[in-house]
């Protein structure tokens, strides 16, 4: 069946099974062939396809254990973090780090080792994984911590699925006395004083920036900063006290089918931005103010399939991160060439990183990220090679689980320890790797 | 209308079907049973609902194929529940029940025997209480037998039937009977085979339907709701026609 990541693009004809039980897994490895695991497919572009065999995970998705004393929670794999804030966050409890979207699986987070708005503060999600077991090539079941199988388990967090089917994660969540995120916009005219913006904002737990990438010259890096934190119950204002803890509400807005790519076009996509901008001076005059926490952090998830917005052949999205000393200059040269270019991005965003974790192939290391969206055309390869090009030679890198494209020399460049995952993982699975991705032969890992 | 049920019984908890179904159960129950003939992979979904919600949960072993017939799961069940799901089935292989007696045996105890003596033991004692709702999870298989799967269809047939008439005569008695035909549900069951996406249910919907016929005390609902009138036609289809349409 046709299967492709959220950007729809590439699209590939894999053999999808589900796994609903571990002990159904031994008789899919029996058949010889190469497979990968697939959450949720939230990530964009072939990390979790395999024409020969592409394992869906949506069926493990039962929650194990829960410890009301410790906040540790142990899931299978395939359980959606929409699932874990629908049942934790009325008991006052939040997953440590959340990706821009709950739609995503537990098994999905570990092996993207995914980031949140808080990664300057808190790391990545895998530093709050206990433990998880994975199953191997030869179909055994191996628990993976920082003192069992510890070489596995840091290739596990970030390893894309490479390294065996992940069966079942135990993380810890942060205590929350409510629901709410009191949240401020702040307005930054150029690249410099959002940097500062976000220098100046590192004591609140949650920042991110929306950058207009159509600006230039002066205006280049203009945007609206968005810091928030959780709040205390005792601050809330009266008309929330009642449900403190309300859960996300449900439904949704649909986009109906593939709207034609030639709506985002320069003219549209510089409506947007300028919008965006003067909303955001708004709610930058507004102060902060109390946010429901689905909208403060998952606000695109009330559109159902809003990727379809980029059109039929879909959309591919860089995300690149650059260390700390050479984000100014870096940042200022990835953006002047997407606004060079005319390709607009609706969605420019900025983070601030802190110091790398321990996954071996984890994505976050100290320094600016920058994601960029865009409809794919015929000029988008040559902008999206340019701005590789400018990644690397600032010393940066690319996303995986955002990628569709990248060569693979400019992944192995990029991520240093890429030799020691390759060791653990011929370790674990013999020379001929089991475990493969579209994404892993096309980066010939 | 929307009160709570006290005491809500899945047997075949451990079916895709059986699983949506104990989960939607478990959003306005007081007290769920989950009963299946695999205590291990019923002890993982018992501990997901007590994990997820505050409903109480008890698991029981059941294998219809049982000498007993389940008949022992019905002294087990404390409180006897208001509410009882059969989910059990067996699809089988076409082929291999025309080959193996054996294999057809199983087909037909498993859909019907099993199932029927199990949900008319649980009838006396809802009729001797003067409450409760049974459910029978039949298949719109059992409308008509075709060649791709008249043993299965067969024994579904005989459930269908038995149901109706457990409805009949249960029709005073205060206790309601309630017959699910899914036409194709994306399950294990159905794994691997080519399935009609606008005829094709998830077992969520199965679910929803299912609860939602429980509380409107419906008789017999298909799932999905086009299955209706594609049965009544294919019903309509004189004997001497329906033998050609061999493919269907
Ligand atoms: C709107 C949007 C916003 C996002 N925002 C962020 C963000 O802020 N930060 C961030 O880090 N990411 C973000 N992402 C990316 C997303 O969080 C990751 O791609 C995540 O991995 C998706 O999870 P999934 O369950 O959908 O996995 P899939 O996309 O299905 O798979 C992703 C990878 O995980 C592997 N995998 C999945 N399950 C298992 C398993 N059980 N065992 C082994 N391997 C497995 C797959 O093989 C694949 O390599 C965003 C994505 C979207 C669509
Ligand atoms: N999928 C469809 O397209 C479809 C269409 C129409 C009707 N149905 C009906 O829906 C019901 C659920 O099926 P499903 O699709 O969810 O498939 P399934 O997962 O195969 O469900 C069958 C269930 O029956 C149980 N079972 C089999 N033999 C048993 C026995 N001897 N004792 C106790 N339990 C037994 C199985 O137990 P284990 O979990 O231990 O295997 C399993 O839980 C079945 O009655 C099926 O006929 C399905």
Known sequence: MMLSGWGRYPAVDCQLERLRRHEDLPGLLHRGTTLIARGNGRSYGDAALNPELTLSMLAMNRMRAFDAGTGLLDCEAGVPLADILNTFVPRGWFPPVVPGTSLVTVGGMVAADVHGKNHHRDGTFGAYVESLTLAGADGTTRTCSRTENADLFRATLGGMGLTGVILSVRFRLRPIETAFVMAEALVASDLDEMMALFEA?????????????????????????????????????????????????????????DVPSALLNRVSIGIFNALCYRRGRRRARAGARPVHFDRFFFPLDRIEAWNRLYGRRGLVQYQCVLPKGESAVGIAALLERVAASGQGSFLGVLKLFGPAGEGLMSFPMEGYSLALDFPVRSGTRALLDGLDEITHRHGGRVYLAKDARCAPERVREGYPRLDAFEAVRAEASGARPRFASELSRRLAL | MNERIETALVIGATSDIGRAIAHTLAEDSRTLQLAARDAARLQREMQDHRVRTEVAVTAYR???????????????????????????????????????????????????????????????????????????????????????????????????????????????????????????????????????????????????????????????????????????????????????????
């Open chain 1, 201 to 257: 904002s590192r004591d609140w737990r949650y920042s991110v920036a929306w950058i207009d990438c159509l600006a230039r010259g002066a205006r280049l890096g203009r945007g609206v900063m968005t810091r928030g934190a959780f709040m205390e119950r005792a601050t809330l204002p009266p008309r929330l006290t009642s449900d403190p803890l309300r859960p996300a509400p449900a439904g949704k807005l649909q986009v109906p089918a």
């Open chain 2, 62 to 248: 059941c294998d219809v194929l049982d000498e007993d017939g389940g008949v022992s799961l019905l002294d087990a069940l404390d409180p006897l529940p208001d509410v009882a799901v059969c989910v059990v089935g067996l699809l089988g292989d076409q082929t291999e029940s025309r080959r193996d007696g054996t294999a057809a045996e199983q087909v037909m105890r498993t859909n019907y025997v099993g199932p029927a003596l199990l949900m008319g033991a649980l009838a006396e004692r809802f009729e001797q209480r003067g409450s409760g709702v049974l459910v029978g999870v039949s298949s719109v298989a059992g409308e008509r037998g075709r060649t791709s799967n008249y043993v299965y269809g067969s024994a579904k047939a005989g459930f269908t039937a038995f149901l109706s008439g457990l409805r009949g005569r249960m029709a005073t008695s205060g206790v309601h009977v309630v017959t699910v035909k899914p036409g194709f549900v994306y399950t294990r069951m159905t794994d691997g085979m080519d399935l009609p996406g606008r005829l094709t249910a998830t077992p969520e919907e199965v679910a929803t339907a299912v609860v939602a016929a429980i509380r409107r005390r419906r008789d017999v609902i298909y799932v999905r709701r086009l299955w209706r009138p594609i049965m009544f036609v294919l019903r309509a289809v004189p004997e001497r026609l329906f033998k050609r349409m061999s493919r269907l």
